[in-house]
């Protein structure tokens, strides 16, 4: 079982997701807009534009980001939750949390700790927050 973080975004979901597509290496993200709802439920939801991310998924790596735009509101910022990627080495670490941190702030630098050979933690300019690493050797 691997668990899944869905994202709410403030009508930016596509942007963000290409974005991270673009970061990851990833493939593009499958995404449903409110154009795609049936008519009974776009009826239901007048306020969402037919634009709008009903749910989308990007596959990074062997995982998920599940996501969709906030088209009733009121959604708060994340707080308190953060998206973790560990990298394989730190140049790929250090070039994603690089370009993730384009346009965000940087809540943490990424440099060596006594746990990882690099780590760093941010917000990036969609209001998503990260922590990036480079992966520990497992112990036997």
Not at 3 to 24: K, M, S
Not at 83 to 112: N, S, W, Y
Not at 133 to 138: D, K, M, W
Request: negative net charge; proline residues 9%.
């Amino acid at each position: 079982m691997i668990p899944i973080p869905y994202v709410t975004f403030h009508g930016n979901c596509a942007d963000a997701l290409a974005e991270y597509a673009r970061i990851f290496d990833a493939p593009p993200a499958n995404v449903m807009t409110f154009s795609e709802a049936p008519q009974e439920m776009r009826d239901s939801i007048p306020e969402a534009s037919p634009q709008a991310v009903m749910h989308a998924a990007l596959k990074i790596g062997e995982g998920w980001i599940y996501a969709s735009d906030d088209i009733m509101g009121g959604s708060p910022e994340m707080a308190g939750c953060s998206i973790t990627i560990d990298l394989p080495d730190v140049p790929r670490a250090r070039a994603v949390f690089d370009a993730l941190a384009e346009g965000g702030q940087i809540h943490m630098e990424f440099t060596k700790t006594f746990w990882s050979e690099g780590f760093g933690t941010l917000t990036d300019r969609f209001g998503t927050r990260w922590m990036i690493g480079v992966e520990a050797p497992i112990p036997d």
